[in-house]
């Protein structure tokens, strides 16, 4: 059974510091990854998705990785802001859409 | 654009009693998902219909729960006898196809007293 783990729980970092999401996962016969982020009392956004055969994927100030072999995937903030204040969840795709999520990143990013 | 839309946002019902959760997935998808968001257990899978396959029930935590997906388009999130365990955020989420990026609703809380 697919376990997800996200370190740390939570983080809380002055406006424009560059940061890193960790998110661990036990079983490597993944499809992709995805990352979304969860604003207080709404769904989810979707981020990133990085399938199993790539290493990375980029989208402004986002950029995550992939090392299947090892379980680990990061997502790397750039100069973070106010509006990145969210909670970061990431979700490893073992059954060709059905995801396993992680607890989740609560970020806090101060003026 | 429209997005995936969820019906009713706030639910509140009487344990015992049967409710429906409504989703409508973005136009062209062909794979919906439906999830529960509670405080314990994070969020969780529950099922997955994929065009017209088979849905997988592979999360559905007792047969008190099931779903449908009428003409490939609109999902319906039945659960009979609600439990005050039955409480939770539900998500549904829609995609192009199975394994692609998912597309979240803002999801329905329920509330059973």
């Known amino acids: 059974k697919q376990e997800v783990t996200q370190i740390p729980a939570a983080l809380s970092v002055p406006e424009g510091e560059n940061l890193v999401l960790n998110c661990s996962f036990t079983?490597?016969?993944?499809?992709?990854l995805q990352w979304f982020r969860q604003d207080p009392g709404k769904g989810l956004t979707s981020l990133l998705l990085?399938?199993?055969?790539?290493r990375e994927q980029t989208s402004g100030r986002l950029n995550a990785s992939l090392d299947k072999s090892s379980g680990r995937s990061t997502l790397y903030i750039a100069a973070s802001q106010p509006g990145d204040s969210a909670t970061y969840l990431c979700a490893a795709d073992t059954s060709y859409g059905k995801l396993t999520f992680g607890q989740g990143t609560i970020l806090t990013v101060h003026p | 654009g429209a997005g995936v839309s969820q019906s009713p946002s706030n639910k509140v019902t009487e344990k015992g009693k049967d409710v429906e959760l409504r989703c409508d997935p973005i136009s062209g998808h062909t794979a919906l998902y439906w999830y529960r968001q509670s405080l314990g257990q994070g969020l969780e899978f529950l099922i997955y219909?994929?065009?017209?396959?088979?849905?997988?029930k592979s999360g559905l935590p007792s047969d008190r729960f099931s779903a449908e997906r009428t003409g490939g388009s609109v999902s319906t999130l039945t659960i009979q006898r609600t439990q005050q365990e039955d409480s939770a955020v539900y998500l549904c989420?829609?995609?192009?196809?199975?394994?692609?990026?998912?597309?979240f609703g803002p999801g329905t809380r329920l509330l059973v007293l």
């Open positions: 219909f994929q065009g017209n396959s088979a849905p997988d």
């Open positions: 079983d490597s016969a993944i499809y992709n």
């Open positions: 990085i399938q199993s055969s790539q």
């Open positions: 989420a829609s995609s192009l196809s199975g394994g692609e990026t998912q597309y």
